[in-house]
């Protein structure tokens, strides 16, 4: 957490699992994946296998194994909402519907944005989404939910797909 001092008003700000965080990598997926869009399940998807590539045969993941993660998709999709919520707000994606439902796409304008993103973490995440970009390119899209179920459990692709987004 950061903490903002103003006007001798102290505020903690959430950086790590916010809204600010989840919104950065999804745009940065979307960039990858440019010019497909996808709706939020898939976003929450792909937000846990850019972190966590390792588990999907790609490079050493960002973030560290947790045992026990079979619930991190139902906590994540709320914060990739919402993150989701604030890069629309910052003119970095956009939202469409489609018979699917609403999906999402990085704009141009992403682009400028993720390349002048240059921080260790910044690097290896534009590198892990372009592994992912590439990874997801070979596998057809039932594939996909497949290896959620079995890497997190069916549980939470169940629940994730029978409770849509209300936006």
């Known amino acids: 957490m950061a ?14 699992n916010s809204p600010l965080e989840t919104g950065i990598r999804a ?5 990858a994946l440019y010019p497909k869009a996808f709706d939020l ?4 998807w792909f937000d846990h296998l850019v972190v966590h590539t390792q588990d999907i045969g790609g490079p ?4 560290p194994d947790v045992p026990q993660r079979t619930g991190e998709l139902l906590i994540r999709r709320r914060i990739v ?3 989701l919520k604030l890069m629309r707000q910052l003119h970095l994606i956009d939202a469409s519907t489609a018979p699917e439902g609403i999906v999402y796409q990085a704009r141009e304008e992403a682009t400028a944005i993720i390349d002048s993103m240059r921080s260790t973490y910044a690097r290896a995440l534009k590198d892990r989404a372009k592994w992912l970009a590439q990874y997801l390119s070979s596998v057809p899209d039932e594939s ?6 079995e890497r ?13 987004s209300p936006n």
């Open 60 to 63: 050493a993941s960002l973030h």
């Open 81 to 83: 909402e919402d993150g």
């Open 144 to 149: 996909v939910r497949d290896l959620i179920i």
């Open 3 to 16: 903490e903002v001092v103003n006007d001798d008003v102290r505020r903690e700000i959430k950086l790590f």
């Open 152 to 164: 997190i459990g069916r549980w939470t692709v169940e629940f994730q797909d029978q409770n849509p």
């Open 27 to 31: 745009t940065v997926v979307l960039d």
């Open 41 to 44: 399940a898939h976003l929450t």
